[in-house]
T-cell receptor, first 115, second 113 residues
């Protein structure tokens, strides 16, 4: 089944404890992206990648890192999480490198709470 | 950077009625997309309309695009309780090496049985 998977789905952690949220897609998509969703603020893009080893900042990249060593994986790293990073996170992928040209497929989301 | 804005923010209708949601955007676009999100779940792509298209249909969905007014509308006909969800429009922001899809804050649709 074609899908985007994220792990973990739920995570409660403490301030400053490094964490990684994994994202994987099995559709051979070139474009991958991370979003966070907060009440009243909608969906905001954190980072995106147009291909392997190519990443770029979205609208809210501060406090996050990403890497794209393989086409299928696009992990989101929080080196030192803070409470303002408590949010619902979504990974998405799209067929071509132009992520805005085609539909995006979303993962199920990761609900992160930073205490 | 907020590109698309949906209107209304919330809409409550009875089953069987039609639901219309609007999206306005600021800059020129090559396409506009609509997505649905059930509470707390991932977004699901509904329809993509390109800038040279004025109207597109998919089942009970009808999307229009007016590039002169920088606006789009999503019409759901004969709504069902299962259509209860939030609906988002998304528009591209490109240029200068940037390649982003920017989402509005959504319209929350409630369809009452």
């Amino acid at each position: 089944e074609a899908q985007v998977t994220q792990n973990p789905r739920y995570l409660i952690t403490v301030t400053g404890k490094k964490l990684t949220v994994t994202c994987s897609q099995n559709m051979n998509h070139e474009y991958m992206s991370w979003y966070r969703q907060d009440p009243g603020l909608g969906l905001r893009q954190i980072y995106y990648s147009m291909n392997v080893e190519v990443t770029d900042k979205g609208d809210v990249p501060e406090g996050y890192k990403v890497s794209r060593k393989e086409k299928r994986n696009f992990p989101l790293i929080l080196e030192s999480p803070s409470p303002n990073q408590t949010s619902l996170y979504f990974c998405a992928s799209s067929l071509g490198p132009r992520g805005s040209y085609n539909e995006q497929f979303f993962g199920p989301g990761t609900r992160l709470t930073v205490l | 950077s907020q590109q698309g804005e949906e209107d209304p923010q919330a809409l409550s209708i009875q089953e069987g009625e039609n639901a219309t949601m609007n999206c306005s955007y600021k800059t020129s676009i090559n396409n506009l997309q609509w997505y649905r999100q059930n509470s707390g779940r991932g977004l699901v792509h509904l329809i993509l309309i390109r800038s040279n298209e004025r109207e597109k249909h998919s089942g009970r969905l009808r999307v229009t695009l007016d590039t002169s007014k920088k606006s789009s509308s999503l019409l759901i006909t004969a709504s069902r309780a299962a259509d209860t969800a939030s609906y988002f429009c998304a528009t591209p922001v490109t240029g200068g090496g940037s390649e982003k899809l920017v989402f509005g804050k959504g319209t929350k649709l409630t369809v009452n049985p």
